[in-house]
């Protein structure tokens, strides 16, 4: 099993920077991608970036060149730098791992980003 933990969403105005974090245990040798996706109310879950065992990475076409994943293998831990915040990144953002030999993907809690106009 992998567990995965979310921190660092909140409020902040138009314009502004937030930085997620997602930090996994358990089972972490297993996993070979991870991922951001977020949901707001009314709509479906989409995904926002994701990022490989080795590194590769991918962007939903609505944030890029705003958005930055990476990740700190020491650490266990995956980023998401949101720069350049609009009132359409509201939502609640979800961490997602996929791991070898599990039939289902792994989410977090969830962590709620706010944006203020």
């Known amino acids: 099993q992998v567990q995965l933990v979310e921190s660092g969403g909140g409020l902040v105005q138009v314009g502004g920077s937030l930085r997620l974090s997602c930090t996994a245990s358990?089972?972490?040798?297993?996993?070979?991608?991870m991922g951001w996706y977020r949901q707001a109310p009314g709509k479906e879950r989409e995904l926002v970036a994701g990022?490989?065992?080795?590194?590769?990475?991918n962007y939903a076409d609505s944030v890029k060149g705003r958005f930055t994943i990476s990740g700190d293998n020491a650490k266990n831990t995956v980023y998401l730098q949101m720069n350049s915040l609009r009132p359409e990144d509201t939502a609640v953002y979800y961490c997602?791992?996929?791991?070898?030999?599990?039939?289902?993907?792994?989410w977090g809690q969830g962590t709620q980003v706010t944006v203020s106009s």
């Open positions: 997602n791992a996929v791991a070898d030999y599990y039939a289902y993907d792994f």
């Open positions: 358990g089972s972490i040798l297993s996993i070979s991608n």
């Open positions: 990022i490989t065992r080795r590194g590769d990475t």
